[in-house]
């Protein structure tokens, strides 16, 4: 085990607002029940923008983003069973202890044993491992993948196959888990079912291949940007539509095109308008509608209460339902053996320092 302060490359936000900075940081080796990992990839999602925005309350600076990464275990703090230096681990950003009443619940994967410390950017302990410039430099979701080396509880690391290529796997620790898991664990689509999915960005896109791996016979996508149809289409939407095409609400065109409503509906982009649009668009008596996108601080949703009164059930998902430790390795495991698709989701493969670049072509839509 080495107990070295290691010097490396990492993305600082220094402020809200601003372009992330490389710099050489220093990274302080694991305490108990910590792990040290050499990330190999990441991957950048609306979450880690949207807090570099300022519009996150629980956002501190200056931070290390990032939480969609994959790499190798390099040292282990005190007490650490689960890895050991050399396996290859994906970071989590919702951990599983296995001993709160959370993760003793089937009902549900919030672990919430280092909820308090992860949501204030420090370890379990209180204190952070990174430094630059003489400055303390917080965590982020528990993960901070925008830098070579960083420092994760033992509860929020899953160890996976070795053989496994770790610049693809890397967004299985967030967008993919999160849209495949909304239709097999938090929706439970039947095969048959007709689904609609709002938001045709790598999460939904996750989405629709859940619908198709769950066997349903109509995948409508919805995107106010019609060059994500073809895409939607390769990954299992039977069709697509542009909400600017019609006159009418979305909702009634849904209503209309499907005889009554969905049978399932996905917001995939955090509009709370969007997600009212969601659950009227459902079939009246049994239709199930759940909320992906995670929608800015503050925001509140509403519908007439009639529309649940009339049998529609309203649901919202966080890393799809899946019980994190557990359920990554098998997809990864899913992915080698080719059930999932992950390949499919990249679209630019970009060097370190081109990070900002990469937020960029997010932002817009590419």
């Not at 900075?21 to 040290?36: C, F, G, L, Q, T």
């Not at 990464?69 to 599983?96: N, R």
């Not at 499919?344 to 370190?352: D, G, K």
């Amino acid at each position: 085990v080495s107990f070295e302060v290691i010097k490396c490359k990492a993305a600082v936000a220094w402020e809200a607002g601003k372009p992330l900075s490389i710099e050489e940081v220093e990274v302080a080796p694991p305490k108990a029940h910590e792990v040290r990992i050499k990330l190999f990839a990441t991957a950048v999602c609306h979450t880690d923008a949207y807090t570099l925005s300022g519009a996150d309350p629980e956002g501190c600076f200056p931070v290390i983003l990032g939480h969609e990464g994959a790499g190798i275990v390099e040292s282990v703090g005190e007490g650490v069973t689960k890895v050991k230096p050399g396996d290859t681990v994906i970071p989590l950003y919702i951990p599983q202890c296995g001993e709160c009443k959370f993760c003793k619940n089937p009902k549900t994967n919030l672990c919430q044993k280092i909820r308090i410390t992860q949501g204030k950017g420090l370890m379990p302990d209180g204190t952070c491992r990174f430094t630059c410039k003489g400055k303390q430099i917080y965590h982020f979701m528990g993960t901070s993948t925008f830098s070579e080396y960083t420092v994760v509880a033992d509860i929020s690391v899953a160890k996976i196959d070795a053989a496994a290529p770790l610049d693809k796997v890397c967004l299985l620790g967030c967008g993919i888990s999160t849209g495949y898991g909304a239709v097999v664990n938090t929706a439970q689509v039947e095969r048959g079912s007709t689904c609609a999915v709002f938001g045709l960005g790598g999460v939904g896109l996750a989405v629709i291949m859940g619908c198709k791996v769950a066997g349903a016979s109509r995948i409508i996508g919805i995107d106010i940007n019609k060059n994500k149809f073809a895409k939607a289409k390769e990954f299992g939407a039977t069709e697509c539509i542009n909400p600017q095409d019609f006159k009418k609400p979305i909702q009634e065109v849904l209503v209309e095109m499907t005889d009554g409503g969905v049978d399932y509906s996905f917001e995939c982009i955090g509009n709370v308008g969007v997600m009212r649009a969601a659950l009227e668009a459902c079939h009246k008596g049994w239709g199930v509608s759940v909320i992906v996108g995670v929608a800015a601080s503050g925001q509140e949703i509403s519908t007439r209460p009639f529309q649940l009164v009339t049998g529609r059930t309203w649901k919202g998902t966080a890393f799809g339902g899946w019980k994190s430790v557990d359920s990554v390795p098998k997809l990864v495991t899913d992915y080698m053996s080719k059930k999932i698709k992950v390949d499919e989701f990249v679209t630019h493969n970009l060097p370190f320092d081109k990070v900002n670049e990469a937020l960029e072509l997010m932002h817009s839509g590419e």
